[in-house]
Nanobody
Framework: TVQLEESGGGSVEAGGSLRLSCTAP????????MEWYRQIGGAQREWVSS???????TYADSVNGRFTISEDEDKGTVYLHMTSLKPEDSGVYTC??????????????????????WGQGTQVTVSS
């Protein structure tokens, strides 16, 4: 099955910035949108941001004005640029391709899922 891959997590001080990336190594897809979620401690996973197929972004209130989601279609990469980070932003950030996404391998075998496709997450730690 398609496995998304996140990168760019790490440790920063409060007020710092990080840029997360999400790709689907070995696969290509048409623009179909992407979502970012985070899980903080043992809390339930929460939605952070989405980018629509037309590039339109939406954000959770907690990150609006500080985070920016974008997509480089040529690179097949979706980014989450996080600025003015706070300790409460610490957590595991995961990207998810929505069910509308179809990923195709070089052999032209394509996959889609009514559940979408998830990555395994990248850790973000913000110290005060």
């Amino acid at each position: 099955t398609v496995q998304l891959e996140e990168s760019g997590g790490g440790s920063v001080e409060a007020g710092g910035s990080l840029r997360l990336s999400c790709t689907a190594p070995g696969y290509t897809s048409t623009k179909c949108g992407m979502e970012w979620y985070r899980q903080i401690g043992g809390a339930q996973r929460e939605w952070v941001s989405s980018i629509a197929p037309d590039g339109g972004p939406t954000y959770a209130d907690s990150v609006n004005g500080r985070f920016t989601i974008s997509e480089d279609e040529d690179k097949g990469t979706v980014y989450l640029h996080m600025t003015s980070l706070k300790p409460e932003d610490s957590g595991v950030y995961t990207c998810k391709a929505p069910p509308e996404c179809t990923y195709c391998a070089p052999d032209h075998i394509c996959q889609s899922s009514r559940f979408g496709f998830w990555g395994q997450g990248t850790q973000v730690t913000v110290s005060s």
